[in-house]
């Protein structure tokens, strides 16, 4: 495969092959046999299930915006070698960069919930209403040439049909109709931090109606505390906000594909965020943080995708430094951490001479469990065409704890995304990571 430009979802040459990490030599190769030779069988089996369950997206289809051009890296990918790939695959990253909005009344309800989205330059911050009012700033991050935000006109029909099963699929059973060990498990949980950090894949529209809809089913089912998304794309952003009206919204962007913040109202309290540029990304990238406050401790929560393909090594590892300055210089009573892409590989930490003194990397503060080592399995996860099974650990938290005070610990990690769609999709690409914290006793 050609070196990039390439999309942001890591198809790119150079990749080690499953078992070829340099921290994974002892695996099982469990590389799908024949994937190869299937791929024709999958079409059509994909063709078929597109024909099933056009009747229930076809309230989704007048809903779906498709972008004139996309960014130079993305376009540039179509190039060579992936001129002779099916114009199946070249349409996934030539397709729309979102679902549209909602009906107008939905929209305005959702205008008075939703936060108002902070960008800036290196440091601009803005607050919560508890401490001044949330301002946009007009120095946000440069847009991506040529995805635009779709026209959020559609009708109130369309919208019924289409909203319904997702709103249904968020809020799945209330808990007045779970089972008392259910709402025990529940109360006993309280005292924990649950963390979700996902690359959504939002660029991708194959089969969008049931991806967002498996999407939404997961947030539903773990209900987490901070949720930190990567490749989100405007149209879904807004359906998302439509929906899960429990949680504030920031966004590092407004314009093409970038990260996200969620907050779980009732358990998080939002204080001030601000978003720092990348000086050097070719790719629009940046990072998100955000301060709140959860049981009385103050956390600081970042997000970002850094940036994409082998190589881009040198400006990955840039922005990784400058990620780990911001953890390392955030104020000592507040327990940091970061979740998104980081597109690492393990030599370029090494490369780095490993984390830098009081910043830790969860999955390794948990024993290095296998099972939710690789967060980007072409072994298994099949939504891309990639002849070759390559496993790789993109998706990553950092901690540093606090200082001062109680610390907070990791309990679990698991990875989630990882059962197929009736569609024969799954999720994402990536699989999510899901992680539970605890505050330990506190020192003094």
């Given at each position: 495969?050609?070196?990039?430009?390439?999309?942001?979802?890591?198809?790119?040459?150079?990749?080690?092959?499953?078992?070829?990490?340099?921290?994974?030599?002892?695996?099982?190769?469990?590389?799908v046999?024949?994937?190869?030779?299937?791929?024709?069988?999958?079409?059509k089996?994909?063709?078929?299930?597109?024909?099933?369950?056009?009747?229930?997206?076809?309230?989704?289809?007048?809903?779906?915006?498709?972008?004139?051009?996309?960014?130079?890296?993305?376009?540039?990918?179509?190039?060579?070698?992936?001129?002779?790939?099916?114009?199946?695959?070249?349409?996934?990253?030539?397709?729309?960069?979102?679902l549209?909005?909602?009906?107008?009344?939905?929209e305005?309800?959702?205008?008075?919930?939703?936060s108002?989205?902070?960008?800036?330059?290196?440091s601009?911050?803005?607050?919560?209403?508890?401490?001044?009012s949330?301002?946009?700033?007009?120095?946000?991050?440069?847009?991506?040439?040529?995805?635009?935000?779709?026209s959020?006109?559609?009708?109130?029909?369309?919208?019924?049909?289409?909203?319904?099963?997702?709103?249904?699929a968020?809020?799945?059973?209330s808990?007045?109709?779970?089972?008392?060990?259910?709402?025990?498990?529940?109360?006993?949980?309280?005292?924990?931090?649950?963390?979700?950090?996902?690359?959504?894949?939002?660029?991708?529209m194959?089969?969008?109606?049931?991806?967002?809809?498996?999407?939404?089913?997961?947030?539903?089912?773990?209900?987490?505390?901070?949720?930190?998304?990567?490749?989100?794309?405007?149209?879904?952003?807004?359906m998302?906000?439509?929906?899960?009206?429990?949680?504030?919204?920031?966004?590092?962007?407004?314009d093409?594909?970038?990260?996200?913040?969620?907050i779980?109202?009732?358990?998080?309290?939002?204080?001030?965020?601000?978003?720092?540029?990348?000086?050097?990304?070719?790719?629009?990238?940046?990072?998100?943080?955000?301060?709140?406050?959860?049981?009385?401790?103050?956390?600081?929560i970042?997000?970002?995708?850094?940036?994409?393909?082998?190589?881009?090594?040198?400006?990955?590892?840039?922005?990784?430094?400058?990620?780990?300055?911001?953890?390392?210089?955030a104020?000592?009573?507040?327990?940091?951490?970061?979740?998104?892409?980081?597109?690492?590989?393990?030599?370029e930490?090494?490369?780095?001479?490993?984390?830098?003194?009081?910043?830790?990397?969860?999955?390794?503060?948990?024993?290095?469990?296998?099972?939710?080592?690789?967060?980007?399995?072409?072994?298994?996860?099949?939504?891309?065409?990639?002849?070759?099974?390559?496993?790789?650990?993109?998706?990553?938290?950092?901690?540093?704890?606090?200082?001062?005070?109680?610390?907070?610990?990791?309990?679990?990690?698991?990875?989630?995304?990882?059962?197929?769609?009736k569609?024969?999709?799954?999720?994402?690409?990536?699989?999510?990571?899901?992680?539970?914290?605890?505050?330990?006793?506190?020192?003094?």
């Amino acid at each position: 495969m050609e070196e990039p430009p390439c999309s942001p979802s890591h198809i790119c040459s150079g990749e080690p092959l499953v078992g070829c990490n340099d921290t994974a030599t002892t695996l099982v190769d469990i590389k799908v046999q024949g994937k190869t030779g299937k791929k024709n069988k999958k079409h059509k089996k994909r063709q078929n299930a597109a024909c099933q369950i056009k009747t229930d997206s076809d309230c989704y289809a007048e809903q779906l915006s498709f972008p004139q051009h996309l960014p130079e890296h993305l376009e540039n990918r179509s190039a060579g070698s992936k001129n002779k790939k099916k114009s199946q695959k070249t349409r996934i990253l030539s397709l729309g960069t979102s679902l549209a909005s909602s009906s107008h009344h939905e929209e305005t309800n959702s205008s008075q919930q939703a936060s108002a989205q902070p960008t800036c330059d290196q440091s601009t911050q803005t607050e919560s209403p508890q401490l001044q009012s949330f301002q946009t700033q007009s120095t946000q991050t440069p847009p991506i040439q040529g995805i635009h935000t779709p026209s959020t006109e559609s009708t109130s029909t369309q919208t019924i049909q289409s909203s319904f099963p997702l709103q249904q699929a968020y809020w799945g059973k209330s808990f007045t109709d779970q089972s008392t060990d259910e709402q025990e498990t529940q109360s006993s949980s309280r005292s924990q931090l649950t963390v979700l950090s996902w690359n959504i894949d939002g660029l991708d529209m194959e089969n969008i109606f049931y991806r967002v809809k498996g999407l939404l089913s997961q947030f539903g089912k773990y209900r987490a505390d901070i949720v930190l998304l990567q490749e989100l794309v405007p149209g879904c952003l807004t359906m998302l906000q439509n929906i899960m009206k429990d949680y504030q919204f920031l966004q590092g962007s407004e314009d093409g594909y970038f990260t996200a913040i969620l907050i779980r109202k009732d358990r998080v309290q939002f204080l001030q965020s601000n978003i720092v540029k990348y000086p050097t990304t070719e790719m629009g990238r940046n990072l998100l943080i955000a301060n709140v406050s959860f049981l009385g401790h103050p956390l600081c929560i970042m997000t970002s995708h850094l940036e994409s393909c082998k190589s881009s090594s040198q400006e990955r590892l840039n922005q990784l430094r400058r990620v780990w300055k911001w953890m390392k210089e955030a104020p000592q009573d507040h327990t940091v951490i970061f979740g998104g892409d980081t597109n690492l590989r393990d030599w370029e930490v090494k490369k780095l001479g490993g984390l830098p003194d009081g910043i830790s990397d969860v999955w390794e503060m948990l024993g290095k469990p296998e099972e939710s080592r690789y967060t980007w399995d072409t072994s298994i996860n099949d939504n891309k065409d990639i002849p070759n099974s390559i496993r790789l650990r993109f998706d990553r938290l950092f901690l540093r704890t606090a200082t001062e005070g109680a610390k907070l610990q990791p309990e679990s990690m698991n990875l989630i995304g990882m059962e197929k769609l009736k569609c024969d999709y799954f999720i994402s690409d990536h699989w999510g990571i899901l992680c539970t914290f605890k505050f330990g006793e506190s020192e003094e």
